[in-house]
């Protein structure tokens, strides 16, 4: 049923969203782009990713695929705001496996608000506030969330979670007419009440691919990525245990 719903929000906000995002420009004036970028290291952001990980944990696979399918789309927009529908499903496989088993899905259903400075994620369990300082190439982001439905019923609500994002302003390499290319980077601390505010960090960095005729950062974009993850697991299946990964992955901006 999540799944299916998921699903329905993302195909409603893709067409809802035609000429709300970024779109090539065509009488020369700049292109739109995102009020308020998606994190880049979140391991919970919603986003279109494959990733390859090499995992230790006591109930873990040693070798795990990490798979995405989500997107935050502008459905209302103004001058420097705009609401959303943000949706994704996230799904973890045992690669140690000759049949690949499923060994956690996770769910993200949510109407975030957003402006330059902020966000406000606004979910059917919790509802989650990012602020945000941006300078040229940098972004610092810090805030909380309070989870107000959960399971066990017993779980701490409280979630304190921040980063620090560096995207290059210029492109690092041009691949003729198909692509420019430039550096990113994101790492992002979140610690829950429930684990006795223990951090999880996660670091990623690598290359974001794009069309060279619209602005960086702007439009359907391609990356390649390194990935590293230390502390509480973020798959809810697993959110009791301890988990390191290294790993390499692809995603997708529509």
Do not use: C
Not at 57 to 79: K, P, W, Y
Not at 112 to 125: C, E, G, M, Y
Not at 146 to 164: E, I, N, Q
Not at 172 to 193: N, P, S
């Amino acid at each position: 049923m999540a799944t299916k719903l998921v699903g329905v929000l993302l195909v409603t906000a893709l067409v809802g969203s035609r000429g709300i995002g970024a779109q090539a420009s065509t009488n020369g004036e700049p292109t739109q782009t995102a009020v308020f970028e998606p994190l880049i290291a979140d391991p919970k952001e919603p986003q279109f990713f494959a990733t390859y990980l090499w995992a230790r944990s006591t109930r873990l696979a040693s070798r795990l695929a990490s798979v995405g399918f989500g997107q935050t789309i502008g459905v209302v927009r103004g001058r420097d705001w705009q609401v959303a529908v943000a949706a994704g499903v996230f799904s973890e496989f045992n690669m140690r496996s000759s049949t690949t088993d499923l060994l956690n899905t996770d769910y993200h259903i949510g109407l975030p608000v957003n402006a330059h400075a902020q966000r406000v994620d606004l979910t059917f369990q919790a509802v989650e506030l990012l602020v945000a300082d941006e300078a040229s190439r940098w972004r610092v982001y810090g805030g909380g969330a309070y989870v107000f439905a959960h399971s066990p019923a017993d779980l701490k609500p409280g979630v304190l979670h921040g980063g620090l994002e560096y995207r290059q302003p210029r492109s690092l390499l041009r691949l003729g007419r198909f692509a420019t290319g430039r550096l990113v980077a994101g790492l992002d601390a979140k610690a829950m009440q429930e684990h006795k505010w223990q951090v999880g960090w996660s670091l990623v960095t690598g290359l974001e691919l794009g069309d060279p005729l619209v602005a960086l950062g702007s439009g359907r974009r391609w990356s390649v990525l390194l990935k590293a993850y230390t502390g509480p697991a973020p798959y809810g299946e697993f959110y009791r245990d301890h988990v390191s990964s290294v790993g390499v992955g692809i995603g997708f901006t529509l």
